[in-house]
C-alpha cells in the first residue's frame, strides 16, 4: 500500500516539480524585461484565475473521486460517472465563455483593463479549454495513469514556456536584428503586446492539451444520468465553496490590492508581491505532489481497518518535511531570492516572504487534514471552515489596506491568520466528527517550531549574512531534533522491512 503511494505519489511529485519549473523560470524572465507595473498586468488576470477556475469546474473533480470509488462494483455506473461530471463542466465552460466574449467591453472596464481586451478574450478561451479537462485529468489519476497525467501536464508546461521565450523575447530580438525571419515578422508581429504574448503563449498550450486528452474524453459510451447529476451538485456544492473560499484567501489579494490602493502605487505593490509570492512555489510543489498522490489513496483505502493509524502516520511525514522545507526556505531566503528575482526593483518584497512561507504551509497542513470531511461525505463543514477563513481574509485586508499604510504587508499576515484559523478548526472539529489518531504534539512541534525559528531568524537582525548563519544554524538543529525524535519509529520501519524480506 505505502509502495503503491510512493510510486505514485513520486510520479506525480517529479511532473508537478517539471510542470512548475518552467513557469517558475518564466517568472523571472518576465520581471526582468518588464517593471511592476507591466507585470501586474499579468499578475491581475491570473490572480483572478483561480475563483473562476472553481466555478467553472464546481467541485466535479473531488465529486468525480467520490463517487467513481461509490460505485467500484458498477462499472456501468461508474462511466455514467464519468460522463455526467464531465457534462456539467463543459455546459457551465461553454457559457461562461460565450457571455464572456459578449459582454467583453464591460468586463475589462470592471478588471481596470480597458485596453486589453484582446489579453481578456484569449484568458477566457484559456480558462474555459482548461476547465474542460479537468474531469478527464481526474480519470487518469484515479486510473492510475500517473505517466500519462504527468507527461501532459509536463507537455502542456513545456510550450507554455517556450512559447513565451520566443513571442516575448526571440521574435523582437531577430526584428531589431534584423534576423532569421525578420521580414516576416514584421508583418504578422505587434510589439505593443509585450507581456500579452505570455497569454497567446497559455492559450496555444491549452488548446494542445485539450486535443490530447480527446480520446479520454470520449472513450466509453456517451450517458448523462440527471438524477445522479442531482446527487453529484448535492456533494459538490459544499466543495465550490470551500474552493472558492480557498482561492480568495490564496489569490484575491491582488484584487484588495487594485481596488483599495491609490492606481499608480495599486500597480507597482501588485507586482511585487505577485513576483515575491512565487517563491513560495518551492512549497506548493512538495503540498500540490503530495496531495495529487494521497486523495485518490485516502477514497481507496477509507474502508481499512487501520485507515486512520495511516492518515496518522502521512500526516506526520507531511509536517517533517513541510516544516524543513519551510526553515530552509527562510533561512536561506536573502541569496535565493536575490538570485530568482534578478531585478532589483522586486527585492524590496522580499522582507515578506516568510510570512507568506509560513502560511503556505498552515494551508498544507489544512489540506491534509480536510480529508475528514470528503470521507465522511460531510463536505459542507468545508465550505464552512474555508467561509471563516475566506471572511477574515477579507476583513484584514479591507482594514489593513484601506485604513493603514501596510500595503501588501496586511496581504501577507491575512493570509497567514486565515490558514492558521482555518487549520486549528479543521484539527479539533475533524477530532469530533472523524477521530484520527494524529500525534498531536508532534505536530505542533514541527510546524511550530519551524514556524517559530523561521521568525526569529530572519526578523531579529538586519544584517544579511548573520541572519543565513543563523537561519542555517536553526536548520540544522532542527535536523538533529526531529532525527532525534523519530529515531525509535525509524528503527521499528527498518525491523519490519527486514522481516518483510526475510519472508520473501
Not at 89 to 101: A, K, P
Not at 131 to 147: D, G, H
Not at 357 to 382: A, M, R, V
Not at 383 to 390: E, F, P
Request: charge should be positive; glycine fraction near 6%.
Amino acid at each position: 500500500m505505502y509502495k503503491k503511494l510512493f510510486s505514485q505519489t513520486l510520479i506525480y511529485g517529479l511532473s508537478n516539480v517539471l510542470v512548475r519549473v518552467f513557469p517558475f523560470f518564466l517568472t523571472p524572465m518576465l520581471v526582468k524585461a518588464f517593471g511592476p507595473s507591466k507585470y501586474s498586468i499579468y499578475a491581475d488576470f491570473y490572480s483572478a484565475a483561480g475563483i473562476i477556475s472553481v466555478l467553472l469546474t464546481h467541485g466535479m473533480e473531488t465529486t468525480f473521486f467520490r463517487f467513481f470509488q461509490k460505485y467500484k462494483e458498477n462499472k456501468e455506473k461508474q462511466n455514467q460517472v464519468y460522463f455526467t461530471a464531465m457534462t456539467s463542466v463543459f455546459i457551465v465552460s461553454v457559457v461562461f465563455l460565450f457571455l464572456g466574449i459578449l459582454f467583453k467591453k464591460p468586463l475589462a472596464l470592471a478588471f481596470k483593463h480597458p485596453d486589453e481586451i484582446n489579453f481578456l478574450v484569449w484568458f477566457l478561451f484559456i480558462l474555459a479549454a482548461d476547465a474542460m479537462c479537468a474531469v478527464p485529468f481526474a480519470k487518469l489519476r484515479i486510473q492510475n495513469k500517473a505517466i500519462y497525467f504527468a507527461s501532459l501536464k509536463i507537455l502542456n508546461s513545456i510550450l507554455i514556456f517556450l512559447l513565451s521565450v520566443i513571442l516575448i523575447f526571440w521574435i523582437p530580438k531577430q526584428i531589431e536584428t534584423q534576423g532569421i525571419g525578420y521580414l516576416f515578422f514584421t508583418k504578422i508581429y505587434n510589439i505593443d503586446y509585450g507581456i500579452g504574448y505570455a497569454f497567446a503563449a497559455n492559450l496555444i498550450a491549452s488548446i494542445f492539451t485539450f486535443f490530447a486528452l480527446l480520446p479520454t474524453m470520449i472513450k466509453g459510451k456517451y450517458s448523462f444520468n440527471i438524477p445522479l447529476w442531482k446527487q453529484m451538485l448535492i456533494y459538490a456544492w459544499p466543495v465550490t465553496i470551500a474552493g472558492l473560499a480557498g482561492i480568495v484567501n490564496e489569490t484575491m489579494d491582488r484584487q484588495f490590492l487594485k481596488y483599495l490602493l491609490p492606481e499608480g502605487d495599486a500597480d507597482i505593490q501588485m507586482g511585487i508581491y505577485s513576483a515575491v509570492y512565487k517563491i513560495a512555489t518551492f512549497i506548493a510543489l512538495f503540498k500540490t505532489a503530495y496531495l495529487l498522490g494521497v486523495e485518490p489513496f485516502f477514497f481507496s483505502h477509507a474502508s481499512d481497518k487501520n485507515s486512520g493509524k495511516t492518515y496518522a502516520t502521512l500526516m506526520k511525514y507531511f509536517s517533517i518535511f513541510s516544516a524543513l522545507i519551510l526553515l530552509f526556505l527562510v533561512a536561506n531566503l536573502d541569496w535565493i531570492g536575490r538570485l530568482y528575482i534578478g531585478n532589483p526593483e522586486y527585492w524590496v518584497g522580499l522582507k515578506v516572504v516568510p510570512i507568506i512561507l509560513i502560511g503556505s504551509t498552515f494551508l498544507g497542513i489544512y489540506l491534509n487534514l480536510s480529508i475528514w470531511y470528503k470521507l465522511s461525505d460531510n463536505t459542507h463543514y468545508g465550505a464552512l471552515i474555508s467561509g471563516i477563513g475566506a471572511l477574515i481574509t477579507i476583513i484584514l485586508n479591507y482594514i489593513g489596506l484601506k485604513y493603514t499604510n501596510w500595503g501588501y504587508w496586511a496581504c501577507a499576515w491575512a493570509t497567514l491568520l486565515s490558514y492558521l484559523v482555518m487549520m486549528l478548526i479543521s484539527y479539533f472539529w475533524g477530532q469530533k466528527k472523524y477521530p484520527i489518531p494524529y500525534n498531536y504534539r508532534k505536530l505542533i512541534f514541527y510546524i511550530g517550531g519551524s514556524s517559530f525559528l523561521s521568525l526569529i531568524a530572519y526578523y531579529t537582525s538586519g544584517n544579511l549574512w548573520f541572519r543565513i548563519i543563523l537561519g542555517n544554524l536553526f536548520f540544522l538543529l532542527f535536523i538533529y531534533l526531529t532525527t532525534k525524535i523519530e529515531y525509535k519509529d525509524m528503527k521499528v520501519f527498518k525491523e519490519k522491512i527486514k522481516k518483510f524480506r526475510f519472508k520473501k
